[in-house]
């Protein structure tokens, strides 16, 4: 935990990224390297009825830590993002999901 998801991103992008994402997250979500979970998510997007582009369009699971580091994890997500498909001005959608502990069990367990 966390748990980053990637769409409308290549695979071998995804993989390019991975390592510079943690490395940036780590300290701003305070947790374990390895607990991060990274995965990429082939999907195809429709649009009037025709196969169309997407953005890149990440989904982050986690617990909450607070409005401010919401914001500085979604800016270094689309920043690491930009650079990796090497266009500054790409839109990136980034999308908390906040997970209460109660309700996340690891090994039956719940944090």
Request: with cysteine.
């Amino acid at each position: 935990m966390p748990h980053l998801r990637f769409r409308a991103v290549a695979f071998d992008t995804v993989k390019q990224l991975s390592t510079k994402l943690v490395d940036d997250l780590q300290p701003l979500m305070d947790c374990p390297r390895e607990d991060f979970t990274i995965e990429h998510i082939p999907a195809s997007f429709i649009f009037d009825g025709e196969v169309s582009d997407a953005y890149p369009f990440v989904e982050v699971f986690w617990f909450d830590r607070g409005q401010n580091i919401q914001d500085l994890v979604a800016k270094a997500i689309t920043n690491i993002v930009r650079e990796a498909v090497e266009d500054p001005q790409q839109d990136v959608a980034v999308i908390f999901t906040a997970l209460k502990p109660l309700a996340y069990y690891d090994n039956g367990n719940h944090y």
